[in-house]
């Protein structure tokens, strides 16, 4: 699995894309979401840093993330299909297509422009402080996985 280097701004571009060829009419290989819930549910990711949109774990919570999640959402293998997902990620109800398109695309520039030396250290509720290459790699691999669960 290639992990892109989403802090360069060419191969945050090559992501984008991707994403491009996304439409409301496509239809994912596997799991339960429509497309516009995938990308809510990948903005979950960027809303994390970005917002307070959501609660932060208690300190069970941290613990069991850590134990369990921590080794396959930072490293190297690929997520596998269907795997469980914390409760923040779950998305059930309909999503605007374009809005989260848009919202999406608007993090992944975000997250380009202030660069590798903003995440260094930078604190993730769920793992801990995480260096610039740990939250990369958070951001590529979930995002890469969707996309290619989306056939883009």
Same mark, same amino acid.
Request: with cysteine.
């Given at each position: 699995?290639?992990?892109? /280097?989403?802090?360069? $701004?060419?191969?945050? $571009?090559?992501?984008?894309?991707?994403?491009?060829? #996304?439409?409301?009419?496509? @239809? +994912?290989?596997?799991?339960?979401?429509?497309?516009? @819930?995938?990308?809510?549910?990948?903005?979950?990711?960027?809303?994390?840093?970005?917002?307070?949109?959501?609660?932060?774990?208690?300190?069970? +919570? &941290?613990?069991?993330? &850590?134990?369990?999640?921590? /080794?396959?959402?930072?490293?190297?293998?690929?997520?596998?299909?269907?795997?469980?997902?914390?409760?923040?990620?779950?998305?059930?109800?309909?999503?605007?297509?374009?809005?989260?398109?848009? &919202?999406?695309?608007?993090? #992944?520039?975000?997250?380009?422009?202030? +660069?590798?030396?903003?995440? /260094? +250290?930078?604190? /993730?509720?769920?793992?801990? *402080?995480?260096?610039?290459? @740990?939250?990369?790699?958070?951001?590529?691999?979930? #995002? *890469?996985?969707? #996309? $290619? $669960?989306?056939?883009?």
């Amino acid at each position: 699995m290639t992990i892109r /280097n989403l802090y360069d $701004q060419k191969e945050t $571009q090559e992501t984008i894309d991707r994403i491009e060829k #996304l439409t409301p009419e496509t @239809q +994912g290989l596997w799991g339960k979401m429509d497309v516009a @819930q995938m990308m809510a549910h990948c903005n979950v990711a960027y809303e994390i840093v970005y917002t307070d949109k959501h609660a932060k774990p208690n300190a069970f +919570g &941290r613990f069991m993330a &850590r134990l369990f999640a921590k /080794n396959t959402v930072l490293g190297p293998k690929p997520y596998k299909k269907n795997i469980p997902t914390s409760p923040i990620f779950k998305m059930t109800e309909a999503k605007e297509f374009e809005t989260e398109k848009k &919202r999406l695309v608007e993090f #992944l520039e975000k997250t380009q422009k202030l +660069g590798k030396t903003h995440f /260094n +250290g930078l604190n /993730n509720p769920a793992f801990g *402080d995480l260096t610039d290459q @740990q939250w990369n790699t958070l951001f590529s691999k979930h #995002l *890469d996985h969707h #996309l $290619q $669960q989306f056939g883009v």
